[in-house]
Protein backbone atom coordinates (compact mmCIF):
# COMPACT_ATOMS: atom_id res chain seq x y z
CA UNK A 1 0.00 0.00 0.00
CA UNK A 2 2.64 2.43 1.06
CA UNK A 3 4.55 1.87 -2.11
CA UNK A 4 2.19 2.06 -4.22
CA UNK A 5 0.58 5.01 -2.80
CA UNK A 6 3.68 7.09 -2.76
CA UNK A 7 4.64 6.13 -6.92
CA UNK A 8 0.51 6.93 -7.65
CA UNK A 9 1.40 10.62 -6.25
CA UNK A 10 4.04 10.97 -7.52
CA UNK A 11 2.57 10.81 -10.79
CA UNK A 12 4.08 7.29 -11.72
CA UNK A 13 1.70 4.11 -12.49
CA UNK A 14 1.74 1.87 -9.51
CA UNK A 15 2.55 -0.92 -12.44
CA UNK A 16 5.42 0.64 -14.13
CA UNK A 17 7.07 1.61 -11.03
CA UNK A 18 6.60 -2.11 -9.91
CA UNK A 19 8.27 -2.79 -12.83
CA UNK A 20 11.16 -0.45 -12.77
CA UNK A 21 11.57 -1.38 -9.19
CA UNK A 22 12.38 -4.96 -10.54
CA UNK A 23 14.39 -4.40 -13.14
CA UNK A 24 16.85 -2.68 -10.79
CA UNK A 25 15.83 -5.74 -8.09
CA UNK A 26 16.91 -8.85 -10.96
CA UNK A 27 20.88 -6.51 -11.10
CA UNK A 28 21.24 -6.84 -7.48
CA UNK A 29 20.94 -3.28 -6.87
CA UNK A 30 19.74 -3.50 -3.07
CA UNK A 31 23.03 -5.18 -2.34
CA UNK A 32 24.94 -2.06 -3.24
CA UNK A 33 22.81 0.53 -1.86
CA UNK A 34 22.58 -1.47 1.70
CA UNK A 35 26.53 -1.46 1.79
CA UNK A 36 26.71 2.25 0.88
CA UNK A 37 24.13 3.20 3.46
CA UNK A 38 25.70 0.81 5.90
CA UNK A 39 29.27 2.66 5.25
CA UNK A 40 27.96 5.83 5.33
CA UNK A 41 25.65 5.68 9.00
CA UNK A 42 28.89 3.73 10.58
CA UNK A 43 31.52 7.31 9.70
CA UNK A 44 28.53 9.04 11.00
CA UNK A 45 28.03 7.77 14.55
CA UNK A 46 31.53 7.69 14.90
CA UNK A 47 31.10 11.21 14.07
CA UNK A 48 27.97 11.59 16.47
CA UNK A 49 30.32 10.39 19.17
CA UNK A 50 32.81 11.89 18.86
CA UNK A 51 31.02 15.36 18.86
CA UNK A 52 28.97 13.97 21.95
CA UNK A 53 32.53 14.19 23.70
CA UNK A 54 33.15 17.33 22.58
CA UNK A 55 35.78 16.71 20.56
CA UNK A 56 35.83 18.01 17.21
CA UNK A 57 39.03 17.08 14.88
CA UNK A 58 37.93 19.51 12.81
CA UNK A 59 39.36 18.16 9.42
CA UNK A 60 37.06 18.20 6.44
CA UNK A 61 35.45 15.25 6.51
CA UNK A 62 33.90 15.49 9.64
CA UNK A 63 33.14 19.49 9.49
CA UNK A 64 29.84 20.80 9.16
CA UNK A 65 29.82 20.56 5.38
CA UNK A 66 31.01 17.09 5.24
CA UNK A 67 28.74 16.12 8.30
CA UNK A 68 25.65 17.58 5.86
CA UNK A 69 26.68 15.96 2.79
CA UNK A 70 27.35 12.42 4.17
CA UNK A 71 23.67 12.62 5.83
CA UNK A 72 22.50 14.12 2.67
CA UNK A 73 24.10 11.04 0.56
CA UNK A 74 22.71 8.37 3.20
CA UNK A 75 18.82 10.12 3.04
CA UNK A 76 19.43 9.48 -1.18
CA UNK A 77 20.22 5.72 -0.32
CA UNK A 78 17.07 5.33 1.99
CA UNK A 79 15.20 6.99 -0.67
CA UNK A 80 16.02 4.81 -3.47
CA UNK A 81 15.61 1.69 -0.62
CA UNK A 82 12.34 3.40 0.02
CA UNK A 83 10.73 3.30 -4.10
CA UNK A 84 12.31 0.19 -4.64
CA UNK A 85 10.41 -1.80 -1.74
CA UNK A 86 7.97 -2.59 -4.00
CA UNK A 87 6.80 -5.83 -3.12
CA UNK A 88 7.18 -8.37 -0.64
CA UNK A 89 10.19 -10.11 -2.55
CA UNK A 90 12.65 -7.06 -2.70
CA UNK A 91 11.69 -6.58 0.93
CA UNK A 92 12.63 -10.05 1.93
CA UNK A 93 15.85 -9.46 -0.42
CA UNK A 94 16.72 -6.17 1.57
CA UNK A 95 16.06 -7.91 4.90
CA UNK A 96 18.29 -10.68 4.10
CA UNK A 97 21.10 -8.06 3.51
CA UNK A 98 20.84 -6.79 6.84
CA UNK A 99 18.65 -3.51 6.23
CA UNK A 100 16.25 -3.72 9.17
CA UNK A 101 19.09 -2.92 11.46
CA UNK A 102 21.08 0.09 9.14
CA UNK A 103 17.34 1.92 8.90
CA UNK A 104 16.84 1.98 12.59
CA UNK A 105 20.96 2.95 13.11
CA UNK A 106 19.71 5.62 10.95
CA UNK A 107 16.39 7.22 12.59
CA UNK A 108 18.08 6.97 15.66
CA UNK A 109 20.88 8.84 14.38
CA UNK A 110 18.12 11.47 13.00
CA UNK A 111 17.34 12.07 16.61
CA UNK A 112 20.05 12.03 18.89
CA UNK A 113 20.04 15.29 20.62
CA UNK A 114 20.74 16.30 24.15
CA UNK A 115 18.41 14.98 26.56
CA UNK A 116 16.79 18.27 27.13
CA UNK A 117 15.59 19.02 23.73
CA UNK A 118 11.48 18.90 22.79
CA UNK A 119 11.04 20.39 19.14
CA UNK A 120 12.73 21.87 16.59
CA UNK A 121 10.79 25.10 16.93
CA UNK A 122 12.10 25.54 20.63
CA UNK A 123 15.94 25.00 20.29
CA UNK A 124 18.57 27.61 20.24
CA UNK A 125 20.11 27.93 16.97
CA UNK A 126 23.40 25.63 17.15
CA UNK A 127 20.73 22.55 18.07
CA UNK A 128 18.30 23.93 15.36
CA UNK A 129 20.65 23.63 12.71
CA UNK A 130 21.53 20.36 13.72
CA UNK A 131 17.83 19.02 13.57
CA UNK A 132 17.29 20.72 10.28
CA UNK A 133 20.70 19.16 9.09
CA UNK A 134 19.43 15.84 10.23
CA UNK A 135 15.87 15.76 8.89
CA UNK A 136 16.28 14.43 5.91
CA UNK A 137 17.62 11.77 7.61
CA UNK A 138 14.79 11.13 9.43
CA UNK A 139 12.10 11.49 6.38
CA UNK A 140 14.44 8.76 4.57
CA UNK A 141 14.48 6.62 7.34
CA UNK A 142 10.53 6.85 7.74
CA UNK A 143 9.90 6.37 4.52
CA UNK A 144 11.87 3.10 4.00
CA UNK A 145 10.69 1.61 7.33
CA UNK A 146 7.16 2.73 6.16
CA UNK A 147 7.52 0.50 3.00
CA UNK A 148 9.19 -2.56 4.92
CA UNK A 149 5.77 -2.60 7.04
CA UNK A 150 4.03 -3.89 4.49
CA UNK A 151 5.68 -7.63 5.35
CA UNK A 152 3.46 -8.95 8.95
CA UNK A 153 6.34 -10.27 10.36
CA UNK A 154 9.06 -7.45 9.53
CA UNK A 155 6.73 -4.91 11.14
CA UNK A 156 6.29 -6.37 14.28
CA UNK A 157 10.26 -6.89 14.45
CA UNK A 158 10.47 -2.87 13.66
CA UNK A 159 7.47 -2.59 16.63
CA UNK A 160 8.47 -4.06 19.07
CA UNK A 161 12.08 -5.21 18.52
CA UNK A 162 13.80 -8.85 17.87
CA UNK A 163 14.03 -11.00 20.75
CA UNK A 164 17.33 -12.39 20.62
CA UNK A 165 17.79 -13.80 24.21
CA UNK A 166 18.90 -17.56 24.10
CA UNK A 167 19.65 -16.69 20.22
CA UNK A 168 22.31 -16.02 18.10
CA UNK A 169 22.12 -12.28 16.99
CA UNK A 170 21.13 -12.50 12.95
CA UNK A 171 21.19 -9.76 10.65
CA UNK A 172 17.54 -9.32 10.42
CA UNK A 173 17.53 -8.52 14.31
CA UNK A 174 16.69 -5.46 15.31
CA UNK A 175 15.91 -3.22 18.22
CA UNK A 176 12.69 -1.66 18.20
CA UNK A 177 12.01 0.97 16.34
CA UNK A 178 9.52 2.71 17.60
CA UNK A 179 10.78 4.73 20.56
CA UNK A 180 12.92 6.64 17.42
CA UNK A 181 9.44 6.88 15.50
CA UNK A 182 7.56 9.08 17.84
CA UNK A 183 10.77 11.20 19.13
CA UNK A 184 11.17 12.03 15.84
CA UNK A 185 7.43 13.13 15.56
CA UNK A 186 7.92 15.46 18.51
CA UNK A 187 11.16 16.46 17.41
CA UNK A 188 10.11 17.34 13.80
CA UNK A 189 6.28 18.60 14.25
CA UNK A 190 6.32 21.36 11.63
CA UNK A 191 7.76 18.64 8.74
CA UNK A 192 5.40 16.74 6.85
CA UNK A 193 7.02 14.39 5.36
CA UNK A 194 8.18 13.43 8.55
CA UNK A 195 4.80 13.11 10.29
CA UNK A 196 3.27 11.53 6.97
CA UNK A 197 5.56 8.80 7.02
CA UNK A 198 5.57 8.52 10.98
CA UNK A 199 1.59 7.97 10.73
CA UNK A 200 1.71 6.07 7.77
CA UNK A 201 4.18 3.82 9.31
CA UNK A 202 2.15 3.56 12.86
CA UNK A 203 -0.50 2.32 10.61
CA UNK A 204 0.60 -0.11 8.76
CA UNK A 205 2.37 -1.10 12.26
CA UNK A 206 -1.15 -1.41 13.92
CA UNK A 207 -2.82 -3.11 10.76
CA UNK A 208 -3.25 -7.08 11.84
CA UNK A 209 -0.92 -7.13 14.96
CA UNK A 210 -2.88 -6.20 17.97
CA UNK A 211 0.40 -6.22 20.00
CA UNK A 212 1.63 -3.59 17.80
CA UNK A 213 -1.49 -1.43 18.13
CA UNK A 214 -1.49 -1.99 22.02
CA UNK A 215 2.86 -0.90 22.26
CA UNK A 216 1.72 2.48 20.18
CA UNK A 217 -0.67 3.55 23.00
CA UNK A 218 1.54 2.64 25.43
CA UNK A 219 4.16 4.38 24.20
CA UNK A 220 1.76 7.92 23.73
CA UNK A 221 1.04 7.24 19.84
CA UNK A 222 -2.20 8.69 19.86
CA UNK A 223 -1.17 12.51 21.32
CA UNK A 224 1.64 12.40 18.30
CA UNK A 225 -0.93 11.15 15.44
CA UNK A 226 -3.48 13.87 16.50
CA UNK A 227 -0.73 16.15 17.18
CA UNK A 228 0.11 15.87 13.63
CA UNK A 229 -3.36 15.99 12.05
CA UNK A 230 -3.91 19.22 14.02
CA UNK A 231 -0.71 20.88 13.45
CA UNK A 232 -0.88 19.79 9.22
CA UNK A 233 -4.61 20.35 8.87
CA UNK A 234 -4.62 21.28 5.25
CA UNK A 235 -1.77 18.49 4.31
CA UNK A 236 -3.88 15.58 2.68
CA UNK A 237 -1.30 13.17 3.28
CA UNK A 238 -0.85 13.58 6.31
CA UNK A 239 -4.53 13.99 7.55
CA UNK A 240 -5.33 10.38 5.47
CA UNK A 241 -2.53 8.61 6.98
CA UNK A 242 -3.37 10.00 10.58
CA UNK A 243 -7.13 8.82 10.24
CA UNK A 244 -5.62 5.09 8.99
CA UNK A 245 -3.29 4.95 11.70
CA UNK A 246 -6.29 5.76 14.41
CA UNK A 247 -8.55 3.35 12.13
CA UNK A 248 -6.56 0.86 12.62
CA UNK A 249 -5.05 0.88 16.18
CA UNK A 250 -8.53 1.25 17.35
CA UNK A 251 -10.18 -1.02 15.37
CA UNK A 252 -7.60 -3.98 15.57
CA UNK A 253 -7.59 -3.94 19.50
CA UNK A 254 -11.53 -3.87 19.63
CA UNK A 255 -11.61 -7.06 17.02
CA UNK A 256 -9.20 -8.53 19.20
CA UNK A 257 -11.48 -7.78 22.60
CA UNK A 258 -14.68 -9.08 20.28
CA UNK A 259 -12.81 -12.75 20.59
CA UNK A 260 -11.91 -12.39 24.51
CA UNK A 261 -13.35 -13.77 26.86
CA UNK A 262 -13.58 -11.41 29.83
CA UNK A 263 -11.13 -14.19 31.74
CA UNK A 264 -8.53 -13.04 28.85
CA UNK A 265 -8.18 -9.34 28.95
CA UNK A 266 -7.28 -8.65 32.44
CA UNK A 267 -7.23 -10.21 35.81
CA UNK A 268 -9.56 -8.67 38.19
CA UNK A 269 -13.32 -7.49 37.71
CA UNK A 270 -12.16 -5.47 34.33
CA UNK A 271 -14.89 -7.06 31.00
CA UNK A 272 -13.88 -6.65 26.99
CA UNK A 273 -16.51 -3.88 27.77
CA UNK A 274 -14.37 -2.04 30.22
CA UNK A 275 -11.28 -2.51 27.95
CA UNK A 276 -12.97 -1.36 24.63
CA UNK A 277 -13.93 1.76 26.77
CA UNK A 278 -10.60 2.32 28.15
CA UNK A 279 -9.24 2.26 23.96
CA UNK A 280 -11.92 5.18 23.04
CA UNK A 281 -11.42 7.62 25.78
CA UNK A 282 -7.59 7.19 25.19
CA UNK A 283 -8.57 8.81 22.10
CA UNK A 284 -11.67 10.94 22.50
CA UNK A 285 -9.54 12.65 25.74
CA UNK A 286 -7.58 13.68 22.75
CA UNK A 287 -9.90 15.15 21.03
CA UNK A 288 -10.26 12.85 18.44
CA UNK A 289 -13.67 13.79 17.44
Known amino acids: GGAGGAAAAGGVSTSSAHDHAMEFHRVGVES?????????????????????????????????????KKELL??????????????????????????????????????????????????????????????????????????????????????????????????SSTPSALPHLLRAMQLYPT??????????????????????????????GPRLILTAMKRHEENVSVQRQGALAVRNIVSRLMRDLDGSSGDNVASGNTTVEDARSAIRDRFGELGVE
Open 191 to 220: ISPIQEHACGTLAAMALRRPSNARAIIDEG
Open 74 to 171: AAAVLTALRVLAVNDEIIQTMVALGVLPIVTKALRLSVTTNDTTTTIDEEESSTRSNLLRKHRLAAGSLGLIRNLCGNDEIKTNLCLGSSTDHQQVSI
Open 32 to 68: LLVKVADGILNDLLLVDGEDADGDCHGDEGNGEEGLA
